[in-house]
């Protein structure tokens, strides 16, 4: 999409909008622009799933469920009932009908917004919840906030969030938050609070049999940038329960984020490393909890303190 075409009428005798975001028919942003130039590669989406870790679940195993042998491979993993209720693959239902492809927020319309609301369900036809986005226009660039009511039907979950594409490009990550390296809720000892940077690639943690990885909790903001120098900018926080109250602890654990070429489907799908080709955009998670990892391969699964249950999880980012 390229909206300053749509709006020459507007800009001819005007200032070009430094940003500008659209909405498509299924009420998502699918196009978000500074100065001319196309962000999004792909729609930004809610996402609830992650490629299951062994302590998820052992997915080499999968065809032997059901067998007595096997039960150790199949009981009680999470793995399990989040591919029985479909939550690999959502479906969405635009319920508000103020919200229809073209709506568009620029950087002149400070002050003003839209919320769109959609149903969600899993391709098996189970009820998961709504979802809720809350845009506003401000000078630097637009603010969301997003809000997931899930159902007390839904299994625990792997994560709550959003995910999008960067177009080709954007390779280097700076961020404030945990780090260097990896981190989940339950496994951090290691990491500390402060400014990192990596490539793309260095995020990622290739263990032997290819899943979630590269992980990073308690993240505040970060930034990536292309050779060009062109930077995609984003800031934040995110919370669990009814309310956002700034200050709380809740309100002030950040987010999590993943950036990588390869996404969530490829590692499911994949044995072996060499079968996953990696793709040209970056794709970014941001996520307002992830599950905890857990040690369930060869012990306890992960403490219930760093489970996700199902209710209201949200995030307010800042975008410039």
Known sequence: LTLLGRYSDRTATTEVETWALQLGADGFVHSLIRDGFEYLAAPLLPNLWRAPTQNDGLKNFAA?????????????????????????ELCFKLVDGKAAGGLVLRQADAGTGFTVMHEVTTAKGRWVGT????????????????LFDLDSGVPELPKVGICLALVPGFERVVWYGLGPHECYSDRKSSVRLGQWEASVDELGA???LPQENGNRTGTRALTFTNSAGRRFSVSGRSWRGDTDNVGSVAADQGFDFSASHVGADQLYAARHWYEIQPRQETLLCLDAAQRGLGTAACGPDTLERYRLRPGRYGMKLWWW
């Open 131 to 146: 979802f809720r986005q809350d845009w506003r226009s401000l000078p630097a660039g637009p603010q969301a906030s997003f």
């Open 64 to 88: 032997q469920r059901g067998i007595p042998e096997f039960a150790f491979y199949h009981h009680e993993k999470a793995m399990l009932a989040w591919l029985d209720y479909g939550l690999d």
């Open 206 to 208: 290739p263990y032997i």
